[in-house]
C-alpha cells in the first residue's frame, strides 16, 4: 500500500512483501458468496454541505495539507440508505494567484493510500509547478482507513481451502466483520464518490492524474462524468480488458526481466557493492542471502551467462559453456530448490524479506540501492522484514485493511473467466516451490485468486470520446506492473495522446524525469504536449 511506495499495491509492489507466501496470498485471494448486483442510481445524490477542513491523519506528512470528510452513500442504488465517511485531502496551491484549479490524485492499487498520495519521499518529488498551480486532491477510496475500512474476520489458512474455497472464506470472513460493506467495494461507486467530492469542492471541473489502477478509476470517472472532466494524466495505464484475473498473470515475466535490469545495474557497480561484475554473479550472491534467510534457494531463474561468467579451465570453449549455462539455469535451480526443500522440511523461498523485498523494489530503480546494500552487508532487505511466527506475520492493521479491500474489489469485479489449465501451475508454485514470480499471476488466471467469489458487477466501458481534452498517458517501455501493451490499450479506449518512456519504472511521474515532468505540466495548462518519448528516469547513484 504508506504513499507512492506502499507494499500492498499490487500495481505498485504486489502483496508479495508478506513474509508468509501461503497467508499473503490465500489474504488477497479475494471474497465469494452471494451475487448481487449493484445499479447505478438514475438520480444520484448531490453534495451540498462545504467541506470544513481541519488536521489531517498523521500519515500525511507534508506541511500546509488539511482534510475534511464527505458523506457518501454507500449503496448509489439506495441514496437515501447507509452513508461512509470518506477522508479527502488537500495541499492548497502555493501561488493562489496562479491557481488553476483542483487536481484529484490516486496512488492505484487498489488499496493504494490516497491521502499521502501527493507527498514527496525520497524516491518520489512533485513538480514545483504542479504545487504552485492546483490544489492537489486525494479523496481515500472506500474500503481503506480513514473511508469506511473493510475488516475482516480471519479463514482458514489450510491448503484445501487455499486451493479450493479461499475467496468464499475471506468474503464469509468480511460478512463476520463488517455485514455487506464488502459488496460496496467497486471501481465505479469510487469514481462516483469523487463526483460528490468535487460537488462538496464547489467545482465545475477536475483535473486527474491517476497511477496504474488509478488510471483505471480516473477513466471510469471521466467516462461517467466527462462534463466535469478536464484534464486527466494517465501514469502508467492499466488495461481494462484485464480486469481482474488476467493483470496479475501479465505481470510474470516482466517483473522476472526488471528483477535481472536490476542485477545488471548492481553488477555495473561492483565497485561500490562488490557483488560481482555480471548479473549471474549478482544473482548468486543474491540466492545464497535468500538460502541463509530461509534454508532453501530461489527458483528464479538466473540472467543469462556472460564471457566473466566463464572458468577458466573454459575459456577455450567459452560461448559453449554461456549457451549451456543459460540454456540450463532455469531447471537447474527448480532441481535444487527441490533438492534443498527435501533436505529441509518446512524450508520456504518465499518467507525469504529479501526475495519479498526484490520483487517489491524491481519496479523503482531508485530503489535497487537498498537491495544492493543489504545484500552487500549479509542482511534481509528489510521490506516486509519482521519478527516472530511465518505463519502469523506482523502486518499493520491498515495493511490488512488495504489488502481485504484489495480482494473484495477483485472479486466483485472480475470479467475474465479462469484457465484451468493454470490450475496446476498454481498448486505446484504455491504449495511446492513458492516461486512468487509466479504464483500470484497464476493463482489469479487459473481462477484460485476468486474461488467461489462470483462478481457482483460488471466494470463500466471506458470511453473517452465525450471528453474536450483527450487524456495524456505516460509509459515506460519496461513496465512490470503495467505492461506497455495493456497501455496502449487503455489509449485506444479514452482516446490518449501516449508518451512511452524508455526503462522500466513503474510510475514516471516525479522521479526527477524532467523530460516527462515539463510534459504533464505542458499538458495541464494547455491540453497539450508534443512530446511522444522521454528517457529513463535518472539512474540512483551508488555509493
Not at 479463514?155 to 468474503?171: E, Q, Y
Not at 485506444?492 to 515532468?517: E, F, P, S, Y
Amino acid at each position: 500500500m504508506a504513499s507512492r511506495a506502499a507494499a500492498f499495491n499490487l500495481f505498485r509492489s504486489g502483496d508479495s512483501y508478506r513474509r508468509s507466501f501461503a497467508v499473503g496470498v490465500s489474504t488477497v485471494l479475494a471474497a465469494a458468496g452471494v451475487v448481487v448486483v449493484v445499479g447505478s442510481s438514475p438520480t444520484a445524490p448531490t453534495a451540498t454541505a462545504a467541506p470544513t477542513w481541519g488536521p489531517c491523519p498523521e500519515t500525511v506528512t507534508t506541511p500546509g495539507a488539511v482534510c475534511t470528510a464527505v458523506t457518501v452513500p454507500q449503496d448509489y442504488s439506495q441514496p437515501d440508505g447507509e452513508t461512509i465517511d470518506v477522508t479527502v485531502s488537500k495541499l492548497p496551491a502555493r501561488d493562489p494567484g496562479a491557481r488553476r484549479g483542483v487536481l484529484f490524485g490516486n496512488a492505484g492499487g487498489p488499496g493504494g493510500d490516497t491521502l499521502t498520495y501527493f507527498d514527496d519521499s525520497g524516491l518520489f518529488t512533485w513538480p514545483e509547478e504542479m504545487r504552485d498551480e492546483w490544489d492537489l486532491i486525494g479523496v481515500q477510496p472506500r474500503g481503506l482507513a480513514h473511508a469506511g475500512p473493510l475488516h475482516c474476520e480471519p479463514f482458514p489458512v489450510d491448503p484445501v481451502t487455499i486451493a479450493t474455497n479461499g475467496g468464499a472464506a475471506h468474503r464469509a470472513g468480511c460478512e463476520a466483520a463488517s455485514g455487506d460493506d464488502w459488496r460496496h467495494l467497486t471501481t465505479e461507486n469510487t469514481a462516483r464518490d469523487w463526483e460528490l467530492v468535487r460537488q462538496a469542492l464547489g467545482e465545475e471541473r477536475i483535473s486527474i492524474h491517476g497511477l496504474s489502477y488509478g488510471t483505471l478509476l480516473g477513466s471510469t470517472y471521466a467516462t461517467l462524468f466527462p462534463q466535469h472532466t478536464d484534464k486527466m494524466v494517465l501514469d502508467s495505464g492499466a488495461n481494462p480488458d484485464w480486469m481482474w484475473n488476467e493483470v496479475l498473470y501479465q505481470q510474470n515475466e516482466p517483473y522476472k526481466q526488471r528483477v535481472h535490469a536490476m542485477f545488471g545495474w548492481i553488477a555495473d557497480n561492483d565497485d561500490v557493492y562488490g557483488l560481482g561484475d555480471t548479473p549471474l554473479k549478482v544473482y548468486q550472491r543474491w540466492t545464497e542471502q535468500v538460502l541463509a534467510e530461509t534454508g532453501t534457494t530461489a527458483t528464479l531463474a538466473p540472467p543469462p551467462a556472460q564471457v566473466g561468467d566463464v572458468p577458466a579451465e573454459w575459456q577455450a570453449l567459452a560461448q559453449q559453456w554461456i549457451d549451456g549455462t543459460t540454456l540450463t539455469g532455469p531447471a537447474r535451480v527448480q532441481l535444487e530448490g527441490l533438492a534443498r526443500q527435501l533436505a529441509t522440511p518446512g524450508a520456504v523461498q518465499a518467507n525469504s524479506p529479501t526475495l519479498a523485498a526484490t520483487r517489491g523494489l524491481a519496479p523503482q530503480s531508485a530503489g535497487w540501492p537498498m537491495v544492493a546494500e543489504a545484500l552487500r552487508d549479509g542482511e534481509p532487505v528489510g521490506l516486509g522484514a519482521g519478527g516472530g511466527d511465518p505463519q502469523l506475520p506482523d502486518v499493520p492493521e491498515e495493511a490488512m485493511v488495504a489488502l481485504n479491500m484489495q480482494s473484495a474489489v477483485l472479486c466483485n469485479e472480475n470479467k475474465i473467466a479462469p484457465r484451468p489449465l493454470d490450475y496446476p501451475g498454481f498448486l505446484w508454485t504455491q504449495f511446492v516451490t513458492g516461486d512468487i514470480f509466479d504464483a500470484v499471476g497464476l493463482m489469479f488466471s487459473s481462477g484460485a485468486a476468486c474461488a467461489g467469489a462470483a462478481p457482483v458487477t460488471t466494470p463500466i466501458g471506458l470511453n473517452g470520446d465525450a471528453l474536450d481534452t483527450p487524456p495524456l498517458l505516460i509509459n515506460s517501455v519496461g513496465d512490470p506492473q503495467t505492461p506497455l501493451a495493456g497501455a496502449h490499450a487503455l489509449a485506444r479506449q479514452m482516446g490518449a495522446h501516449v508518451i512511452t518512456v524508455d526503462g522500466g519504472d513503474h510510475g514516471q511521474v516525479a522521479k526527477g524525469n524532467t523530460v516527462v515532468d515539463d510534459a504533464v505540466v505542458e499538458y495541464l495548462r494547455t491540453g497539450h504536449t508534443g512530446v511522444t518519448h522521454a528517457p529513463a528516469p535518472p539512474m540512483p547513484v551508488a555509493e
